[in-house]
Each structure stands twice: as C-alpha cells, then as structure tokens.
C-alpha cells in the first residue's frame, strides 16, 4: 500500500510539473528598428526637396480566437490580446510580444522622396537593430528590416536597388546591428527625384514543441500511474 501512495504521489507531481510548464508565462519579445532620424538629417542636409515620411503601420495580437488586427497611416500604433500578445510600431521601430503560444506581428512601411542635383552621388549607411529577448522553444520570433528604391529612369543609377536583413527565430537572446546601405546617383544633366522606401517587419508566434524534460516528466507521470492500475487489478 505504501508503496502504491507513493506511486501515484510521483506520477501526480510529475503530470502537474507538466501541467504547471505549460501555463507558465513563455514566449519572447522583439524589436527591429533603423534610425530614421538620422537618415532624415542627412537627407535633408544632403539632398533637395525632402518630402518627409509618410507611414503605413499594421499591427495585429490574438489570443484564444480574440484580440485586435489594425492599420493606420500613421507612425504609432497598438494591437494587443489581453496580457498575453502586443503588436506595436513607432516611428522607425516596432515590436511584437507573445506569451503561452498565442501570436502577434507588427509592419511598418516609411516612404519619402528627395530630390539629387545634376550629377550628385548620395551615399549613406543606415543603423538598423534587431533585438530579442525572453526567447524559448514554445515561441518562434522573425524580424526584418528592408530599404528599396522605386525603378528609376535610365539616367539614374543605383548601387543598390534592394537592401535587406532578416534574423530568424536564433536559439538564443541577443541584438544584431548593422548597416543598411544607400547609394544612387543622378547621371543626368537635370534634378532626379527618388523614391525611398524603408520596411520593418515583426511576427511572433508558436513554435509548438515540447521541451525535452517536459516529454520526460509526462511520461515519468504516465508510467507510475499505469504501473498503480495494473497492480491494483484483482487477481
């Protein structure tokens, strides 16, 4: 008898171990972001007729069949599902947060235009960070950060047409920064006007695979309890 108790002790407390993993607050949070401050500074010291930006933000956080998906044209916006999934984005910068399997993603498109005089070669290296903390096996994380030009006509040139990075699900907490490179010319002998567009990108969602000692509590659980059964079967 005691050492019945003492299985199904065992094998409850396991099965709760797992049960307890499995509420527990796990997911990951992170940010991608370019520094879109200094990249207005030199566009206006350096080019002409700087636009401005102008914004295109969308963000989104579900949580149990509810929770918020929302655009704006603005720079600031906030999706969020109860505590457990966020999606926001600000002014060159967004983020995603997700907790216990639920999902959430921000996107930011910024545009401007500038103008290059004859001749004129624009070069500029942009700092851009992606970031992401509380990271775990339940909770998968992709950020982006991406420029474009639009197609310019034949008396333009661009060194880069396309300028990108991605930082996928790493297995590890962290911050990459980098450089994202801008360089176009104007090879005419007249003002060019150029099409900047700068791109941010977040999503955050479940991975849905069990942590190894979570396989090995459940079943640590199964077996004690299927042990208990089968002694206690009349003979």
Not at 32 to 46: C, K, Q, V
Not at 56 to 65: H, T, Y
Not at 178 to 203: H, K
Not at 208 to 225: H, K, N, Q, W
């Amino acid at each position: 008898m005691y050492f019945r108790n003492c299985l199904i002790a065992g094998g409850s407390a396991a099965l709760f171990l797992v049960s307890g993993a499995a509420v527990a607050a796990t997911g990951s949070t992170g940010t991608a972001s370019f520094d879109l401050a200094a990249l207005t500074n030199r566009l206006i010291s350096d080019t002409s007729n700087f636009s401005g930006w102008t914004y295109l933000s969308q963000a989104s956080a579900q949580a149990g069949g509810a929770g918020q998906t929302l655009s704006n044209n603005g720079p600031d916006l906030t999706a969020a599902a109860s505590a457990a999934a966020k999606g926001y984005t600000q002014a060159g910068l967004i983020g995603a947060e997700a907790y216990n399997g639920v999902v959430s993603s921000a996107f930011q498109q910024v545009t401007t235009t500038f103008e290059l005089a004859p001749g004129q070669h624009f070069v500029y290296s942009v700092p851009y960070t992606l970031s992401i903390t509380q990271q775990s096996a339940a909770q998968r994380i992709d950020l982006g950060v991406a420029f474009r030009f639009e197609t310019l006509d034949t008396d333009g040139s661009l060194a880069q047409t396309y300028s990108t990075s991605s930082w996928m699900n790493p297995s590890h907490n962290g911050t990459l920064s980098s450089v994202l490179d801008i360089d176009v010319t104007n090879n005419r002998a007249t003002p060019l006007t150029v099409t900047f567009n700068g791109f941010l990108r977040a999503e955050n969602y479940a991975a849905a695979v069990p942590e190894p000692a979570s396989y090995t509590l459940m079943l640590l659980g199964m077996a004690s309890l299927a042990l208990v059964r089968r002694r206690s079967r009349p003979r």
